[in-house]
Nanobody, 117 residues
Framework: QVQLVESGGGLVQAGGSLRLSCAAS????????MGWYRQAPGKQRELVAA???????NYADSVKGRFTISRDNAKNTAYLQMNTLKPEDTAVYYC???????????WGQGTQVTVSS
């Protein structure tokens, strides 16, 4: 079992920055990829960014050049640095972890990010 706890969401003006954190606990030795997803009202949950244990990353086209995902394996924590935020980035952001050889998905409870225009 893996538990994920997000923090760092909030309200920010357009053009501002936020950093989200995701702390993992439990069977952390079996975590492979970690990532961030988001879900806006009335929309499907979408991938924002992901990172493997080895540090390979991928991003949604809409956030490339503005968001940076990173990971501290020693602290079992993933981060999402969000710069130049736009109102369309407003959503609940969820931390995700792929665990074990079958990449079983675990999710955090979500943190609200609101960007005002």
């Amino acid at each position: 079992q893996v538990q994920l706890v997000e923090s760092g969401g909030g309200l920010v003006q357009a053009g501002g920055s936020l950093r989200l954190s995701c702390a993992a606990s439990g069977s952390i030795f079996s975590i492979n990829r970690m990532g961030w997803y988001r879900q806006a009202p009335g929309k499907q949950r979408e991938l924002v960014a992901a990172i493997t244990r080895g540090g390979f990353t991928n991003y949604a086209d809409s956030v490339k050049g503005r968001f940076t995902i990173s990971r501290d394996n020693a602290k079992n924590t993933a981060y999402l640095q969000m710069n130049t935020l736009k109102p369309e980035d407003t959503a609940v952001y969820y931390c995700n972890a792929g665990v074990g050889i079958y990449e079983h998905d675990y999710w955090g409870q979500g943190t609200q990010v609101t960007v005002s225009s």
